[in-house]
DNA sequence: AGGGTTTGTGTCCCTGGTACGTCAAGGATA
DNA sequence: TATCCTTGACGTACCAGGGACACAAACCCT
């Protein structure tokens, strides 16, 4: 079955996958970068992300260099691959070609921590990320994209928030996702007549009036990605 | 500047680009398959395709492979990168991954001619191919899904047509590509509303009433995919 | 008791989309 | 030349969704 030989002109490329991973921390979109422990680009950050193994798939190689990199384990369907970068000269070491996904961390994936061949891993602003290695502000650039037209159709947002939570903290994750201020009324207004939430008990957030707390509607369970 | 090494695990793959490259044709929407003339599945129709060139870059492969394949010329502006197969089994030659691509062909590009390797290059229905070689028939799945999606932003309609065309000509093309019918007084009434179009001579067509003739507004150029 | 802070709510208007009936301009035919 | 057939052209009414907008309610703290 495998005895067929690929024609000579067939480039062998280094297969790579990087992931643009995000949580909301404080209000704030966050992305995780890990910093390199080796050459090219030593002491850089950059997207975590590495060589896809033999008969390894890519979503497999994804998650697992978010697990070594990173220790943060995360389910496939929160996961998903948005763009191929493929620039000849994108990576000094020769020709490789990088299937990035988008991640998005369900709420409580906080703990993070350095391991493979990184010096640590590291939560920063989406928006106002540190100089990156190799292409990845780009790659980074266009995940915020595909994240921001997601945002329209799916719960997505909903992703980054524990089970029961207050409207005015998921118009938060909105925001801080668009990066741009919403409407309190009008926010409520499209939300709720959704009917994707219901309520729960009460809950005092220590100053202002106390929210209503809020959970998904049952058979709401639409992949996050 | 070449000098580093790769890691030992790093998966060296085949890169291939693969084109679905659709077209009009009696009201229709097609897409171009060429019939392939060598193992694995010889004989078969499939995306046109091949494996990038050393050096190459990614979109600069696809329009290579079309050119030598099925003798469409095409400009990158009407390319786009839309997803990467790399199922560890999707090819039997090995592990290949192949950057699908989506390509509007603009009206008049009909004259297709098989080359390279293949047999034989056709436009056949998209909506109805004949049994695709490999995973072709998902790529297909997708790239018609993404043309529908884009469908509605941009004028991509008008690069199926000639400079001058009449409306219910582009409605044509919108129903071709939605494979559903559309009410002719509410297309007209979006369509118009929108700008792009400015009118012409007139135009008979043999039968009914004649249409007017429209072309796209000047500076209405936005890149087509 | 009062000030500060945050949550919660209703109205108007504009836009875009869908459903729908009717007239107009030709070609073909008798 | 009159009639019919085919297809293009046009306008109205209705509904849903989104954006702009101001004020009351609940709780904390001092």
Do not use: C
């Amino acid at each position: 079955m495998n005895s067929l030989a690929l024609p000579p002109q067939a480039t062998q490329v280094g297969l790579a996958v990087d992931v643009a991973a995000f949580a909301m921390h404080a209000g704030e979109l966050m992305v995780l970068l890990v910093q390199r422990g080796e050459l090219p680009h030593a002491r850089d950050w950059a997207l975590p992300g590495g060589f896809v193994h033999p008969g390894e798939e890519l979503h497999e190689a994804a998650l697992r260099e978010l697990r070594t990199e990173t220790s943060v384990e995360l389910e496939p369907r929160h996961l998903e691959q948005f763009f191929t970068f493929g620039e000849v000269n994108r990576d000094p070491r020769g020709r490789i070609v990088s299937v990035a996904h988008l991640a998005v961390l369900p709420h409580g994936t906080v703990s993070v921590s350095g391991g493979g061949h990184t010096l640590g891993a590291e939560w920063v602003s989406a928006h106002r990320p540190p100089r990156l290695a190799f292409d990845h502000q780009a790659i980074l650039d266009r995940a915020l994209a595909r994240l921001q037209l997601r945002l329209e159709y799916a719960n997505l947002a909903l992703e980054f928030l524990p089970d029961t939570f207050t409207l005015p903290e998921l118009q938060g994750v909105f925001e801080a996702i668009l990066n741009r201020k919403l409407d309190k009324r009008n926010f409520r207004k499209r939300l709720l007549s959704q009917g994707t939430l219901t309520v729960s008990g009460e809950r005092r957030s220590g100053v202002g009036r106390p929210a209503q707390l809020y959970r998904r509607a049952k058979g709401t369970r639409t992949p996050a990605l």
